[in-house]
């Protein structure tokens, strides 16, 4: 295997290039559809170039010529050739699938889907994005596979880029794409995209590194090999294929300095790959390497009996010879390196076309769904983000249970996540744990080679909340927040409701009855919730969080403000008058009274400067109020208020009012006076012909000027057809 230096980027390839390279493989491709598909590219993109000066149509021939290195199907090259089209031509994928089939347009559509989408923010958008490949690979993994291809190819000519882009593009790849190439178990690809990325992040390090290596040349690892060669077959095995390769530039990078370790310090820099034809033979081979040079102590690790995640299977030591030199040995079969090599990509580089429902393939993408089931029951991105990550991090962890099962766990993960790794009855009712027959804290970090047992209390137990802090893995958050979701789900609604309207109150956001059901229904459409109660629930189950919440729940209050009739000028001297209250420094300005404290003349009173709405007037005391005068952004919205003494009696006015009849008109119109503080001595309502309603109503008002105002507001009720004065 050749050195991982980041390989020099060839020039640009030809689709003779391309069919030469599928002749070559020797795999029966369908040359009629690649070539129908490079025929549709070509004139798609026409004369469109690349941001280096190049013709566009180089980089789907690259993106296919790596899909060929790594023995995928014809679908698979035909959507690379294509998958710029749908984007940046008017070719679309009606047409694709129309020329096609459905296969191929099902694996541009992917491709295209994952870049296509902008969302308001870097995060959010890097989540949704995330989901959407998350999705597209639950539905065919070859749109992943043709996605990591693109970029691969996007980092190999990525000089062209401005610098910032180069490196949030490198940030990107780092982040989200090798270790998706990791769990795939593409660990080529992987690589190179690591050391590329690196490249553009910390280019002194990275050549630092290489300089390192290139001092160390291959002269001693040939050496090795050709030693290695003889002794075993000496021994009997005659057919061991012997290669060795150097450990990429990031993997010495990630030990240099985020283990602080010295160049000398590294076990693994250099490498001898010995494939054979059975597993007898790799144990064989490990013995006769053990008796040629000394083994290093805790440094063999056998992923044959134990594979990791992804599929890899090797049995790995680090020895040390007479040059003392430590490199590692791996040794395998010849299934177990193409799964190394091309990992998912394997099911199809040995099989002549592709084959339904393949229960290992499943198997191995069992975390895609895991993650998918774990976004249905959070709404949140930002919670898919940070579960993404810790799910995709290389760093594992073994630990056994006491009967000898080995339980796999994402580095950091702690006790709870192992008590749920063996079943969510374990978790739900685990009370405590111990590690090799010591009691420790139920967040202890779980370690490789530890022996765990579990100790569960009642049946009837739960989970606590508090775990959802503490859990690392989105398998345990999920099974947690599942409990809940079943087990409690009156309690979530209380809790949540509660919650909810304990921040609204912190925010002096303030509704009406008939106001409160259309706002919740709508946020809760905003939060992806089917209804308010499963919206509630969200919150109390922690499915929701409600700071994450708190942007939308603005928004939504200030558009439902916006549509609430907002009293025209010539009213404004009128409601200040009728309302008895004067705000000093504002004049002529709307007044509404506070419904959280419900002020009356003699109380001591406040006003709050709204956005957009007049002044909102509270009582001094009110809890509201002087938790917003704490905060400093607050303190000058608040103005001082006094009731106008010169406030006359109320005198009483009848009203007719005829409107069309429906549900809660009357309690609408009652609502309305009530919101303008004006007192209902008598109300009467009765049917009348043609589906209309007649009601008669006394009020009390202080002048001429004061009832224009309550007539004018009656007015502007739904259905209300005229109010006259009786």
């Given amino acids: 295997m050749e050195n991982t230096n980041v390989p020099e980027v060839k020039m640009p390839i030809t689709y003779d290039d391309l069919k030469q390279s599928l002749i070559d493989s020797g795999r029966p491709y369908d040359f009629t559809m690649i070539d129908r598909a490079y025929a549709l590219a070509e004139k798609a993109h026409g004369e469109q170039r690349r941001r280096s000066g190049e013709p566009y149509i180089c980089h789907p ?34 047409e694709i699938k129309q020329k096609f089939g459905p296969e191929v347009a099902l694996l541009v559509d992917g491709v295209t889907k994952l870049t296509q989408i902008k969302f308001s923010n870097v995060e959010d958008r890097q989540a949704e994005n995330l989901r959407k490949m998350l999705l597209a690979m639950s539905q065919d993994v070859r749109v992943m596979i043709i996605k990591l291809c693109d970029r691969l190819h996007n980092m190999r000519t990525g000089d062209a880029w401005p610098e910032q882009k180069r490196r949030d593009k490198a940030l990107e790849t780092m982040e989200v794409y090798a270790p998706i190439a990791h769990r795939l178990g593409i660990s080529n690809i992987k690589e190179e995209l690591e050391d590329r990325s690196l490249h553009y992040l910390d280019p002194v390090g990275y050549e630092t590194i290489r300089d390192l290596l290139n001092k160390h040349g291959d002269e001693f690892l040939h050496q090795v090999c050709h030693t290695i060669a003889k002794h075993l077959a000496e021994n009997g095995i005659q057919k061991a294929t012997i290669r060795h390769r150097v450990k990429s530039i990031y993997g010495i990078y990630r030990k240099m300095y985020m283990q602080n370790k010295d160049f000398e310090e590294i076990y693994d820099i250099y490498a001898v790959r010995i494939i054979l034809d059975n597993v007898p033979e790799c144990y064989t081979a490990l013995g006769l390497i053990h008796d040629m040079y000394h083994p290093l102590p805790n440094r063999f690790k056998d992923y044959i009996s134990t594979p990791k995640p992804n599929g890899y299977q090797s049995l790995h030591t680090t020895v040390i010879g007479r040059e003392a030199i430590p490199f590692e040995v791996q040794i395998r079969t010849w299934d177990m390196d193409r799964m190394a090599e091309y990992g998912i990509a394997a099911h199809w580089k040995y099989k002549a076309g592709i084959t339904g429902g393949n229960d290992k393939l499943d198997e191995r993408l069992a975390w895609v769904r895991q993650l998918l089931e774990s976004q249905r029951s959070s709404a949140d991105a930002a919670d898919l983000l940070s579960d993404i990550k810790s799910d995709l991090l290389p760093e594992e962890v073994f630990a056994f249970t006491p009967r000898g099962d080995v339980i796999n766990l994402p580095a950091g993960a702690t006790a709870i996540d192992f008590a749920y790794a063996i079943h969510s009855a374990v978790g739900n009712r685990m009370i405590g744990a111990k590690v090799n027959n010591r009691i420790v804290p139920i967040d202890h970090k779980v370690q490789t080679g530890e022996i765990i047992e579990i100790i569960t209390g009642p049946e009837n137990r739960g989970p606590s909340r508090d775990w959802l802090n503490i859990v690392k893995t989105s398998e345990a958050k999920n099974k947690i927040r599942n409990w809940f979701k079943k087990e409690r789900r009156e309690e979530n609604i209380q809790e949540g409701r509660d919650a909810l309207e304990r921040e609204m109150r912190r925010n002096l956001m303030t509704l009406t009855d008939e106001q409160h059901d259309v706002f919740m229904e709508a946020l809760a459409r905003r939060n992806r919730c089917n209804s308010v109660e499963e919206m509630y629930a969200a919150i109390g189950y922690g499915g929701l969080q409600i700071s994450r919440m708190l942007p939308k729940l603005k928004e939504e209050y200030t558009k439902l403000q916006a549509t609430e009739p907002k009293p025209v000028a010539v009213e404004l001297k009128r409601m200040h008058s009728s309302d008895g209250v004067i705000v000093e420094g504002i004049d002529n300005c709307p007044i509404k009274f506070a419904k959280c404290c419900s002020p009356l003349p003699g109380d001591e009173i406040i006003g709050f400067v709204t956005r957009g709405f007049g002044v909102s007037i509270h009582k001094k005391d009110c809890a509201n109020a002087r938790e917003s005068m704490r905060h400093p952004e ?85 259905d209300v057809v005229s109010v006259t004065r009786n």
């Fill in 61 to 94: 021939l690259s993106v296919a010529q790596i899909l060929v290195e790594l023995g995928m199907d014809s679908e698979s090259i035909a959507a690379a050739l294509m998958h710029d089209v749908a984007e940046d031509t008017p070719v679309t994928v009606a």
């Fill in 634 to 718: 607050n303190a000058d919205r608040w103005v001082r208020a006094y009731w106008d003494e010169a406030e006359k009696e109320n005198y009483k006015a009848m009203l007719d009012i005829i409107c069309m009849d429906r549900p809660n008109l009357v309690s609408d119109v009652a609502l309305a006076l009530g919101d303008m503080r004006v007192p209902i001595y008598s109300l009467m309502a009765r049917a009348a012909e043609q589906g209309r309603a007649r009601m008669s109503v006394t009020v009390g008002i202080t002048n001429t000027e004061h009832l224009n105002s309550v007539v004018a507001r009656l007015k502007k009720i739904k």
